[in-house]
């Protein structure tokens, strides 16, 4: 089970002890990360984020807003700490018994990590779309009216098709499964099966889309319907992107985080990091120096 710490849960001293010479302070933002990691109306706010893997320590004091309406690509090389922080934000992590968690996570101005947290409900709020596809083996209608029957989104048939049916619109997929709503999921193509989960993770009404390389496993074709869709969906939620393309993180994102060995080293617009960016560091990696 994941332990997880926080920098504000002391122990409160005895009443004749002597005060400390300073207070608890909240995590402070990383004074080596360039660039602005707040946003405006942030719906995500993570503040000093560390994480162990047994000794490893994998992120280090990281933090970052992911907003509302926005698409945010976290791009960086390989175990550089991407996949670790977008799990940090629906709490995957708490499935690795090796991990430990500290800093503050906050969605809507509330602790994701606080102990009376429900995490079924948060995972609901902050939806996952994996790398590979991996629809339940199921119909295609009850992948998408599972977490709606789960959460108690609908009190009849009636409102579930509807739920299902939106779902799938939503995810450009009703046109080519409406036909065949009771065949199983794992019978469509990579692509489909893609979307599928996209519309399965909407369907419960999330406030965040966490996407880890949802296109790395498609074809071109399915890749740019895949580009398309997030587009579409950023009117309404907000995303955040992990991809090792740095073609995809330009076309889909407006702004960009770039990780470098459990950091952020840098973060801003899109076009500046790919353009002009401030660091180095960043400037080697989006030139194809290394990486």
């Not at 995500?44 to 000794?55: F, K, L, P, Q, S």
């Not at 709606?148 to 989104?153: D, Y």
């Not at 939620?237 to 470098?260: D, E, G, K, L």
Request: aromatic share 6%.
């Amino acid at each position: 089970m994941l332990r997880m710490e926080k920098p504000q849960d002391v122990v409160a001293p005895p009443a004749d002890a002597v005060p400390a010479a300073t207070p608890v302070e909240a995590p402070r933002i990383a004074p080596d990360t360039v660039g602005d990691v707040t946003a405006r109306d942030a719906v995500i706010c993570v503040r000093g984020a560390n994480v162990h893997y047994g000794d490893k320590h994998a992120l280090i004091n990281v933090s970052l807003d992911v907003a509302r309406n926005e698409v945010i690509a976290l791009i960086g090389p390989s175990g550089c700490g991407k996949s670790t922080f977008l799990r940090c934000l629906n709490r995957m992590n708490d499935t690795i018994e090796s991990a430990r968690v500290t800093g503050d996570f906050r969605l809507d101005g509330q602790d994701m990590y606080a102990r009376d947290t429900d995490v079924v409900m948060l995972r609901a709020r902050v939806g996952m779309v994996f790398q590979k596809p991996n629809p339940f083996p199921k119909s295609i209608y009850e992948n998408v009216a599972y977490g709606a029957r789960i959460h108690g989104l609908a009190a009849n048939r009636a409102e579930l098709d509807d739920i299902v049916y939106g779902s799938l619109e939503r995810a450009g997929l009703i046109d080519e499964v409406k036909d065949r709503l009771d065949d199983p999921g794992t019978g469509l193509s990579g692509g489909q099966q893609q979307r599928l989960c996209i519309a399965r993770t909407i369907a419960v009404n999330p406030e965040v889309i966490l996407m880890d390389e949802p296109c790395s496993a498609l074809d071109p074709i399915a890749t740019a319907r895949i580009e398309d869709l997030i587009d579409e969906l950023s009117e309404k939620y907000a995303i955040a992107i992990v991809t090792h393309s740095m073609q995809q993180a330009a076309r889909v994102s407006s702004r960009t985080a770039y990780f470098h060995l459990g950091r952020i080293i840098e973060v801003g617009p899109t076009d500046k990091i790919f353009t002009n960016p401030s660091h180095k560091l960043t400037e080697d990696y989006v030139t194809g120096r290394f990486g």
